[in-house]
């Protein structure tokens, strides 16, 4: 069964940004802030800068990315808007912020957003089977009021066995909230473990044949031909003596 989790309002300081420019951008990050851009529907983009560790607290929060966040203006009391985070920009290396977009919203207009999918426990097919569980979709899209934006959607995978899937059909939505999402899109499933190929016999190593020389064998002379001469025997050499 589904099990939601309604998100929470954060409040973030912003101050609006004079600095344009790529040095003086750098600089501001070297200082510990990160730039942005506020937009929405009837309003001129604002550009802001904002604390890096204020805005990380924020991505920490368990909404994450899906936080709705009061954004409060340094030097104008009166200029608050509740806003989702719509993109960032992180750097390639250390995975520091660069850059936020934010959307202002109407709390009372329904919209839609992402909210991640989340399994919870071990499914049957799994502990007693061997299964392996699959997690395909792991974000759905809904449809609500920003007051109502789940956290995070749930479901318990307990009961799953071999062969089983769910699908976004599957998913209990809170009150007053519509799931958009594809309704026959499979979010999760538990496959039969794969089997291993038995390892191919390792070709056997023959040793190297040793060729060797053959002696060549003399061969019979032809009919008719001479026979070669026997080589004479050395001759004895002679003493020599006088006679007496």
């Known amino acids: 069964m589904a ?8 409040e973030l300081k912003i101050a609006r940004r004079q600095t344009v420019g790529t ?20 309003m001129e983009p604002v550009p802001v800068v904002m604390d890096h560790k204020a805005l990380v607290k924020v991505l920490h929060s ?67 089977e061997g299964g392996l569980l699959e997690h395909f979709l792991r974000e759905v899209e809904v449809e609500c009021l920003p007051t109502e934006i789940p956290a995070s959607v749930e479901f318990d995978v307990s009961a799953m066995k071999i062969g089983d899937t769910i699908h976004v059909r599957d998913l209990a939505p809170p009150a007053h909230t519509k799931i958009t999402s594809d309704l026959d899109s499979a979010i999760a499933s538990v496959q039969k473990p794969k089997e291993e190929k038995p390892e191919e016999a ?43």
Not at 91 to 113: M, N, Q, S
Not at 114 to 119: F, R
Request: without cysteine; charged residues 35%.
């Open 23 to 42: 040095r003086r951008i750098r600089r501001l990050r070297g200082e510990g802030a990160v730039p942005g851009v506020v937009y929405g529907r009837g």
């Open 62 to 128: 368990k909404a994450g990315e899906h936080s709705l966040v009061k954004l409060k203006l340094a030097g104008a009391p009166s200029w608050e808007k509740p806003a989702l985070l719509k993109s960032m920009q992180y750097h390639p290396v250390d995975g520091r912020v660069l850059h936020v977009d934010f959307h202002a919203i109407t709390l009372t207009e329904r919209l839609k957003v992402k909210v991640p999918v989340v399994l919870k426990g071990e499914p049957v097919g799994v502990k007693q």
């Open 3 to 10: 099990q939601t989790k309604a998100t929470t309002e954060l």
């Open 202 to 244: 390792a070709a056997a190593v023959t040793e190297p044949e040793v060729i060797r020389e053959k002696k060549e064998e003399p061969q019979a002379p032809a009919e008719g031909a001479p026979k070669p001469k026997a080589e004479a025997e050395p001759k004895k050499e002679a003493k020599e003596g006088k006679n007496a």
